[in-house]
């Protein structure tokens, strides 16, 4: 009997299960593959945890373009940077909104050269501006905390 990573439907939570209670639990959507270890399926279910934490802080950030345009804050769909994967997201998230990221004057849009070209900026100055906030961020969290990074 396998190992299953579940999403359950009322609380949206992420949890392991095993593939008889899968069958008898219709209140779940699976979000993985079988696992043969219960330990291989409690790592990839820590990495999934982490990306959607990342994710919700990128997402709260708004759309990286319209932030530089000074309209913090703009509801986003998430980019990953080409080439990517999701166990490789650190750093190579955006949030973009509808328009930035798949409209005509968005990354998709326009495709990288023009992207680049429009706007003067591109996907990897995006990136390190989403990046630079979210280490800004936690700098400012463990200084309130009293602990530095690093010391």
Same mark, same amino acid.
């Given at each position: &009997?396998?190992?299953?990573?579940?999403?359950?439907?009322?609380?949206?939570?992420?949890?392991?299960?095993?593939?008889?209670?899968?069958?008898? *639990?219709?209140?779940?959507?699976?979000?993985?593959?079988?696992?043969? @270890?219960?330990?291989?399926?409690?790592?990839?279910?820590?990495? &999934? +945890?982490?990306?959607?934490?990342?994710?919700?802080?990128?997402?709260?950030?708004?759309?990286?373009?319209?932030?530089? &345009?000074?309209?913090?804050?703009?509801?986003?769909?998430?980019?990953?940077?080409?080439?990517? @994967?999701?166990? *490789?997201?650190?750093?190579?998230?955006?949030?973009?909104?509808?328009?930035?990221?798949?409209?005509?004057?968005?990354?998709?849009?326009?495709?990288?050269?023009?992207?680049?070209?429009?706007?003067?900026?591109?996907?990897?100055?995006?990136?390190?501006?989403? +990046?630079?906030?979210?280490?800004? +961020?936690?700098?400012?969290?463990? +200084?309130?905390?009293?602990?530095?990074?690093?010391?």
């Amino acid at each position: &009997m396998g190992y299953y990573i579940v999403r359950k439907f009322r609380t949206g939570q992420l949890t392991i299960m095993t593939g008889t209670e899968v069958k008898a *639990d219709e209140g779940i959507e699976l979000a993985s593959e079988e696992f043969k @270890s219960k330990k291989k399926a409690l790592i990839v279910l820590a990495e &999934m +945890q982490a990306e959607e934490q990342y994710v919700a802080r990128v997402s709260e950030l708004g759309c990286a373009v319209c932030r530089r &345009m000074g309209y913090p804050g703009t509801p986003v769909e998430i980019h990953y940077r080409e080439g990517s @994967s999701h166990f *490789d997201f650190l750093g190579n998230v955006l949030g973009l909104c509808p328009e930035h990221h798949r409209g005509a004057t968005g990354l998709h849009g326009l495709g990288k050269r023009g992207f680049k070209r429009n706007w003067g900026y591109d996907e990897d100055d995006l990136l390190a501006d989403t +990046q630079r906030l979210l280490d800004e +961020q936690d700098v400012a969290r463990h +200084q309130h905390q009293g602990k530095i990074p690093g010391k």
